[in-house]
């Protein structure tokens, strides 16, 4: 990254920054991310590491546990931001890593990481909705994209990764405030 979006709260040297611009995507504090190379991880037998599941048939949600495809996803707002359509599997660790989301009212997808995700419990395995705590239901839109709808890439699971982090600090106005 060689273009800070932010400046300094103050004018001596080590003072926190400010962004200056939308700081979930501006890699400024909890939302910077390493540029990494914009290729996709591979397995060892030189394939995407990371893929989704229509496109892996080998790939399978094991008998008992849920299938999340089709359930709402709720922001922090309490909104739903969209609707689970795919799950993206770690070819090389057999586990799914995202969720594609269809963003609620609109064709465009999403992908949202795994471990971002909450389930409520309404009893064992009830649920009709996960709960996505980080960002807004609005703010889904900005979350950053991949090149390729079957493929995402070193650079871009940063980029994305570091979007979500950054909406634990400044998804909304308050949650960048002192506590005290």
Known sequence: MSDIKAVPVDGFNGSP?????NPMIDGVGPA??????????LTAHGEAKIIPM?????FTIAAGDPDPRGLPVKACDGNV????VDLWVDKAEPQV????????GSDKHK???VPYVQWPHFGLWGNDHVIVKAITAAQFADVPETKRDDRITLLEEDKIMAYYAGGHLYATPDRAEPFI
């Open 54 to 58: 229509r496109v892996a048939p080998s």
């Open 111 to 113: 992908l949202l990481p």
């Open 81 to 84: 931001a969209g609707e689970i």
């Open 32 to 41: 910077a991310w390493a540029d990494r190379a914009d290729v996709p991880d």
């Open 97 to 104: 890593r995202y969720y594609e989301i269809r963003l609620a």
């Open 17 to 21: 920054l400010i962004p200056t611009g």
